[in-house]
């Protein structure tokens, strides 16, 4: 799903015009990549949590040449998903059983 099918969606949803929901999407989303920059955590109950990982420096080799390379220490993004979230993709619902 992108995020213009997405926003049509919502559009429908709540009945607002499709730039409103772009426009929704846009904020909700720049609020947790603002969160995360700041080194927030950002829980959404049900759905999941997004936090920032340190990923320490390493010696990596380039797959080409086999030469040996440095690659720094960095941050990145991580999700992890809430248990609905994990069930309701697994398609099993509270009592184990396949939907």
Do not use: C, W, Y
Not at 38 to 61: L, P
């Amino acid at each position: 799903m992108t995020k213009s099918e997405m926003a049509e969606k919502l559009a429908e949803k709540i009945n607002i015009k499709k730039q409103q929901a772009e426009d929704i999407i846009n904020i909700f989303t720049n609020s947790i990549i603002e969160a995360l920059a700041r080194g927030d955590k950002v829980e959404i109950r049900g759905f999941g949590s997004f936090r920032v990982r340190n990923r320490a420096e390493k010696e990596g080799r380039n797959p080409k040449t086999g030469e040996k390379v440095h690659v720094p220490a960095k941050k990145v993004p991580f999700f992890k998903t809430g248990k609905d979230f994990r069930e309701t993709v697994d398609h099993k619902d509270e009592g184990g059983a396949q939907a």
